[in-house]
């Protein structure tokens, strides 16, 4: 797991419920030697409870916070929510740089759509006509 564009994680879970599988999990992959490789400067808390249900706070470097309730997820689908976190500003700091950061970048096929649609749609092929 890549830790880029993260500078704080705080994994809570109480160790005695099934609950926290996913949490203890994740918590285990962010306190690697290959994760913590691919960001030093980040650090990673733990804070144990007897009750209560398991979250990840996530501090990214622009100083936006993340809380994800791990309770009924999978690590799959947590590493999934902060890898397109992390992807989304690294490239926006990648636009910012090349001097785009100041403009609202949208395309036009987005809003056809709508900010709320899920699905493009059925899609077909058709044959290319000779």
């Not at 992390?86 to 709508?114: I, R, Y």
């Amino acid at each position: 797991m890549q830790l880029k564009q993260i500078s704080r994680i705080l994994v809570q879970f109480s160790p005695y419920t099934g609950q926290a599988r996913s949490a203890r999990e994740f918590l285990a992959r962010v306190s690697s030697r290959p994760a913590q490789a691919s960001n030093p400067e980040c650090t990673v808390q733990t804070n144990l409870r007897v009750k209560g249900d398991p979250f990840i706070e996530i501090e990214f470097d622009n100083k936006q916070m993340t809380r994800i309730d791990t309770a009924g997820l999978n690590i799959q689908q947590i590493l999934e929510q902060v890898q397109s976190q992390a992807e989304e500003m690294d490239t926006m700091q990648k636009l910012k740089a090349a001097g785009f950061g100041s403009q609202k970048l949208d395309s036009s096929w987005h809003q056809k759509l709508g900010k709320d649609s899920v699905s493009v749609g059925k899609v077909e092929h058709v044959p290319r006509q000779a």
